[in-house]
C-alpha cells in the first residue's frame, strides 16, 4: 500500500515592528494567535526594522528593541525550533522586491492608507516616502514567503487587502507568480483600545506610557495602569454605545481570561468600576508574569539570540530568494544566476 503523501503545510508571515516596548496590543491582537497557529503552520515571524524606520528613530535604541522583541516572540511562545524567527533588514530581498511593487502601486490605492493619514497627521514634520510606500514593503515581507494566511490586529487589515490587489495584479499581468493571503485577525483583541484615550488604538509609539501596558511590564505597574484607566460616566460594568472606556475593558478581560462580555457583565453586576479595573488588571498580570520571567531568562543570553537571528535569516533568504529571482524573470531583468 503506498504511503499517503504527508499534506503540505500552509504558511504563515507576520511582523511587529521594534518602534517600541510591545504591549498587551500586540500580544492580544496578534503574537498570542502566531503561538496558536504555529502547530499548524509553516511560520515566518520577523522583526520589521526597515517598517520602524519610517518614523525617525534613536539607533541604538533601534538595535536594542530589534533584540528585544525577537525576545518577546520567543518568550510569548514562539518555539525558535518550530518557526523561522528573523530581523526584516538582514533578507535584503524585502528591500528589493518592495521596489519592484512600488512599480505596480497606484498613488490613489496608498494615499487612501488610513495608517499613512494617522502617522502624517502625529509626525506632521516628518511625512516621508517611506511612510507612503510602507504598505508596499509590507506587501513584499507576505508574498516572498508566498503566505497563505497573515495573522495581524484589526489595524493592518486594510494594508493586507492591498497586499491582496497588488499580488492579483501581478498576477495578471504575468501569470501564477504570489499566493494571495487572507487576513486573520482574532475574535477577541483584534483592536485594544488606549487606556488614555479609549477611542484611540493602543499604541506602543504612544508617548503618553499610561495609554499602554507594555508586556514587560511588572504586576504592580500592570494593576496600577488599570487602576487609572480612563472610563466613561456612570458605573456600570455594562457595554454601551457612548461607552469606549468600559468596553475596551471588558473586551481585554475577555481576551485575558476567555469569559464572554455577557459573563464579565454578570460577574460584576453590583460592583462598581473600581472592583472591575482591578479584576481586569488582575487578569492581565497574571498572563504576563511568566512571559517577563522568560524574556529575563533570554535576554542574558544575547549570543543565543544572534544564533537564532542567524539561522532565521538563512532559512528566509532560503525562501525569499526563490520568489524574488521568479519575480525579476517575469518581468524581464537580465539574469546570470539560475535558482
Ligand atoms: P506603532 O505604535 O509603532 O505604530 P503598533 O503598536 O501599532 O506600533 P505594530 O508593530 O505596528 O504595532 O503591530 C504589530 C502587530 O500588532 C500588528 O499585527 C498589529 O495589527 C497588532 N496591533 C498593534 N496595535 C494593536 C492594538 N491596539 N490592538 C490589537 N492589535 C494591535
Ligand atoms: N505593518 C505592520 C507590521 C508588519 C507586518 C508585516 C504585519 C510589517 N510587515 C507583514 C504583517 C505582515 C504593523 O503592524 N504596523
Known amino acids: 500500500m503506498n504511503a499517503q503523501p504527508e499534506e503540505k503545510k500552509k504558511t504563515i508571515l507576520s511582523a511587529a515592528q521594534p518602534s517600541g516596548i510591545l504591549t498587551i496590543g500586540n500580544y492580544l491582537g496578534a503574537i498570542r494567535n502566531w503561538a496558536l497557529l504555529q502547530e499548524r503552520y509553516d511560520c515566518y515571524f520577523c522583526v520589521a526594522d526597515l517598517h520602524a524606520i519610517t518614523v525617525r528613530q534613536v539607533p541604538a535604541d533601534l538595535r536594542r528593541r530589534t533584540y528585544e522583541t525577537l525576545a518577546i516572540y520567543i518568550a510569548c511562545g514562539l518555539d525558535p525550533e518550530k518557526n523561522h524567527l528573523f ?143 480612563v472610563t466613561d460616566s456612570g458605573c456600570e460594568v455594562r457595554r454601551g454605545e457612548d461607552k469606549p472606556g468600559i468596553n475596551n475593558l471588558i473586551a481585554i478581560y475577555c481576551a485575558f481570561t476567555g469569559k464572554t462580555p455577557e459573563d464579565a457583565e454578570k460577574e460584576f453586576e453590583g460592583k462598581g468600576y473600581g472592583d472591575f479595573k482591578a479584576a481586569v488588571g488582575e487578569a492581565a498580570a497574571d ?32 525562501r525569499a530568494g526563490r520568489t524574488l529571482f521568479k519575480v525579476m524573470r517575469k518581468v524581464g531583468f537580465a539574469q546570470t544566476d539560475g535558482k
Not at 517611506?130 to 489595524?155: C, H, K, S
Not at 498576477?171 to 483600545?193: H, L
Not at 549570543?303 to 532559512?315: C, F, N, T
Open 87 to 229: 530581523v526584516q533588514s538582514q533578507v535584503p530581498e524585502h528591500a528589493q522586491l518592495a521596489w519592484i511593487l512600488d512599480c505596480y502601486t497606484q498613488f490613489g490605492e496608498l494615499s487612501r492608507m488610513t495608517q499613512f493619514k494617522d502617522k502624517s497627521q502625529k509626525h506632521a514634520d516628518n511625512i516621508n516616502a517611506g511612510l507612503f510606500t510602507y504598505p508596499t514593503l509590507m506587501a513584499a515581507d507576505i508574498l516572498l514567503y508566498q503566505a497563505d494566511l497573515v495573522p495581524v490586529g484589526q489595524d493592518q487589515m486594510q494594508h493586507i487587502e492591498l497586499t491582496r490587489d497588488i499580488a492579483t495584479r501581478f498576477n495578471n499581468i504575468y501569470g501564477p507568480t504570489f499566493t494571495v493571503p487572507e487576513g486573520f485577525i482574532p475574535k477577541t483583541g483584534a483592536r485594544v483600545m488606549s487606556l488614555a484615550d479609549p477611542t484611540k488604538k493602543m499604541s506602543k509609539s504612544d508617548e503618553n506610557p499610561r495609554a499602554w501596558v507594555s508586556i514587560l511590564d511588572p504586576r504592580d505597574v500592570v494593576i496600577k495602569k488599570f487602576r487609572s484607566a
Open 287 to 318: 498572563a504576563l508574569d511568566p512571559i517577563r520571567t522568560e524574556y529575563a531568562r533570554l535576554t542574558a543570553d544575547k549570543g543565543y539570540l544572534e544564533a537564532l537571528m542567524k539561522q532565521g535569516k538563512e532559512a528566509a533568504q532560503r
